[in-house]
């Protein structure tokens, strides 16, 4: 194949990525990183089984020579990237001024290595699964100048609350190891049914994911860690009783990052998160609707952490939301 002539992928290729061959010399912000990574970022809405067959035919080459794709890049690199066609149809579509504003007003944190977004519930972090527009493709269209936006971490659509994008490499990178290493302490407020018993502090019960025909994600408590069942532990702490309507504010604070961990972990204490459309029973989604609760009220409240590159403590706290103060006043 000629250097003139695109490839055609399953995913119109946008301004920034036109049918020709570039030459990318790697920098301080992509040194380690693996080159199928690098070329996803590069080539913003190809598929992975796309990257990896132009990297198989050698279409793609680092330092004039075939690579691998999990090769890991120096600086000083010279990566040659093909031309790719993308189908214009999988381009996510510009965020709404109503989306963008929503999300300027949400930041908690802005510096030159991430930003926290207060995410609102019922916005995606990422697209995917039907849906077209997340977080992570608003903001890198409403910041342009920002090259390296990367998710940190994720949230449930449903859960609202603090949400860690990367604006650099390295960033993303000391982000991660503190993630894996628990150095970085992330609080949660719920509301509960029922009322939480002081003394129940701790629920470390092993989590399974599934994915039912449908394609649905659902997590299932397990008897004991293995055979897919990973070690999850949670603790609670009791913030306030709402003796009215029978519900507990509570604060959770994961030790593990388990899809749904928090969800699941409340069912088996026996107190279901009010509005869970997944892990409640319906008569208690009925009674959520009673007291007019129309989302999961699961929020991430708080990130504490030694900032990444200069290591200066941060706090970040987002606060609870409209659809928790109304119940609790």
């Known amino acids: 194949m000629t250097d003139s002539s695109p490839i055609n992928a399953a995913a119109d290729t946008t301004a920034d990525q036109p049918y020709r061959v570039r030459h990318v010399r790697i920098d301080a912000g992509h040194e380690g990183q693996r080159l199928d990574n690098f070329l996803l970022h590069e080539l913003k809405g190809a598929p992975k089984s796309l990257i ?54 949400r930041i908690l944190w802005d510096d030159d290595a991430f930003m926290v977004i207060d995410k609102p519930s019922g916005l995606a972090v990422h697209g995917g699964s039907g849906i077209t527009l997340g977080l992570i493709e608003s903001l890198r269209q409403i910041y342009p100048d920002y090259h390296h936006l990367e998710l940190v971490h994720r949230l449930d659509r449903e859960t609202s609350g603090c949400v860690m994008i990367a604006k650099k490499r390295s960033a993303l990178r000391q982000l ?117 609760v129309k989302r999961l009220l699961l929020h991430a409240s708080a990130l504490n952490f030694r900032h990444p590159l200069t290591d200066e403590p941060v706090a970040i706290e987002a606060p609870l939301p409209e659809a928790f103060t109304r119940l609790l006043s």
């Open 176 to 292: 991660h190891a503190m993630l894996r290493e628990h150095h970085i302490d992330k609080q949660y407020h719920c509301i509960v049914h029922g009322r939480w018993p002081d003394h129940r502090t701790r629920v470390n019960v092993p989590l399974r994911k599934q994915v039912l025909q449908s394609g649905e994600r659902m997590v299932k408590p397990e008897t004991e860690a293995g055979d897919g069942a990973k070690r999850s532990d949670t603790r609670f702490a009791v913030e306030q009783v709402l003796s009215g309507p029978g519900l507990t504010l509570v604060r959770a604070s994961p030790r593990t990052g388990r899809t749904h961990q928090i969800r699941v972990h409340a069912q088996v204490a026996g107190h279901p998160i009010l509005g869970d459309d997944k892990y409640a029973t319906s008569e208690q989604l009925a009674e959520a609707r009673t007291l007019g």
């Open 52 to 105: 990896y067959r132009i990297i198989r035919k050698g279409e793609v080459r680092v330092n004039k020579k075939r690579a691998k794709p999990l090769q890991k890049l120096c600086i000083g690199d010279d990566v040659r990237v093909p031309p790719v066609r993308l189908q214009q149809s999988d381009t996510p579509p510009p965020p709404s001024a109503q989306l963008s504003r929503t999300l300027r007003e």
